[in-house]
């Protein structure tokens, strides 16, 4: 059985479409950011850097409980536990492992920024928030490219590298973004969101209620 403590941001909803997708059982665990549960003692037990999500696999690959926070070793943890959405192929897998490194490394913090500056932040800083608005775009670019030549992000089949990236880009309008702009990254923002998994994902907290 699987602990995941999450909470419904685009994070949280990788692990909770992730365990959607591969049916591995699992039991959540509200960690309400707004009311600071992400520094209590027993999460920060978990997790010392303060955020979700994270799990605790009470069977891990030796037998015993294993911990894993930070999203994309998440993703990485639950496709081998269930042999799903990581290629074995090195080529393959490497692709899908590079694109999850870019949503991790590039697409959550920019993203993020973009967020806070746009609507977060007590004043506006103009600068900043043409910097993380451009760089979002920048990135939506990219993205674009990518999926002009392949059906996916990471792989020409579903992966964890568009687990990963999806929370965040199908919101890309708040961010100041013209998805007319973008109709591949369109494209593949709706066959995502048909997926029968992926709603009962971003659904898992209201529907543990
Ligand atoms: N790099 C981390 C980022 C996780 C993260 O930023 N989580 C946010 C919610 S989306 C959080 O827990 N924020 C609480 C806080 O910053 O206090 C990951 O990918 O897991």
Redesign the pocket.
């Known amino acids: 059985m699987i602990d995941l403590y999450s909470?419904a941001?685009?994070?949280?909803h990788k692990a909770h479409i992730m365990l959607a997708e591969t049916d591995l059982p699992y039991r959540l665990h509200r960690?309400d950011?707004g009311k600071g549960d992400?520094?209590r003692p027993d999460f920060v037990a978990i997790n010392p850097?303060?955020?979700?999500?994270a799990i605790v696999d009470q069977e891990g690959p030796d037998g015993r409980p294993i911990t894993v926070?930070?999203?994309?070793a998440?993703l990485v943890y639950l496709a081998q536990k269930s042999g799903k959405f990581l290629p074995t192929a090195p080529r393959r897998r490497y692709d899908v492992l590079q694109w999850l490194m870019f949503q991790?490394a590039s697409i959550?913090q920019m993203y993020?920024q973009a967020w806070h500056f746009r609507s977060v932040a007590p004043e506006r800083l103009t600068y900043a928030v043409e910097r993380y608005t451009n760089e979002v775009t920048r990135l939506l670019r990219v993205m674009e490219h990518r999926l002009t030549d392949s059906a996916y992000l990471g792989d020409s089949e579903y992966s964890i590298a568009d687990i990963a990236a999806w929370p965040w880009v199908k919101g890309s309008e708040k961010y100041g973004q013209d998805m007319r702009n973008f109709p591949q990254v369109t494209r593949w923002i709706n066959t995502i969101a048909a997926r029968p998994a992926v709603q009962r994902g971003l659904n898992a907290l209201s529907a543990a209620a």
């Open positions: 909470w941001t685009p994070n949280g960690i950011i992400q520094f850097n303060s955020k979700i999500p926070f930070e999203s994309g998440i991790v959550g993020g």
